[in-house]
């Protein structure tokens, strides 16, 4: 199966960075949906391509440009997620997750995808690592058989969390993909 992971455009909680990183639910803005626009252009998706999105406004606006007409999964499984874990480092508010309800109502085309796992409260972004990875196993092995490509719209750390638990390794923060960045795997069993 191939993994595309997508990061999302740029967004209004880094318009004036870092003192608008507590605002909730950031969207895209003019310049990320462009870069959205753009990368629709270079990146194709065909029908039979699985997408998942993390469930922020800012994402799932990102799926709508590059897919519109596209069946998306919108699932907390690879929403925002803090690289490199900190307990000393504070939850930002830019990235609290919508509800399952909320996104139902930002977009009622979205599927929502629930595993039955714990984790549409609190999101996936300070989890201990070992749920996380149990978690995250259980959303590839979801994947595994139903497309044999799988976009997923996601955040810089989420990305670089999947990577690592793909088996690459030494990422830091320097190998995030920053806007609209794509990056394309292949994994063959979990």
Not at 157 to 179: Q, V, W
Request: with cysteine; charged share 25%; glycine share 6%.
């Amino acid at each position: 199966m191939e993994i595309v992971f997508i990061r999302h455009g740029h967004g209004e909680h880094l318009i004036d960075y870092p003192h608008q990183l507590n605002k909730l639910h950031p969207g895209l803005t003019s310049r990320g949906i462009s870069q959205i626009q753009t990368l629709r252009q270079e990146l194709p998706i065909y029908d039979e391509d699985l997408v998942l999105v993390s469930p922020t406004k800012r994402t799932i606006e990102t799926a709508r440009i590059l897919c519109p007409a596209k069946k998306i999964y919108v699932t907390p499984l690879v929403g925002p997620r803090m690289f490199p874990q900190n307990p000393d480092y504070p939850a930002l508010v830019c990235d609290e997750i919508y509800t399952k309800e909320e996104v139902r109502v930002f977009d009622p085309e979205c599927e929502v995808l629930d595993l039955g796992l714990d984790c549409w409260t609190e999101g996936i972004n300070r989890m201990d690592q070992n749920v996380f990875e149990i978690y995250a196993g259980k959303l590839l092995d979801w994947c595994l058989g139903r497309a044999k490509r799988v976009i997923i719209i996601s955040h810089d750390g989420t990305i670089t969390n999947y990577r690592l638990l793909l088996g690459e390794k030494d990422l830091t923060r320097d190998d995030f993909l920053g806007e609209a960045g794509v990056f394309e795997t292949k994994i063959f069993s979990h």
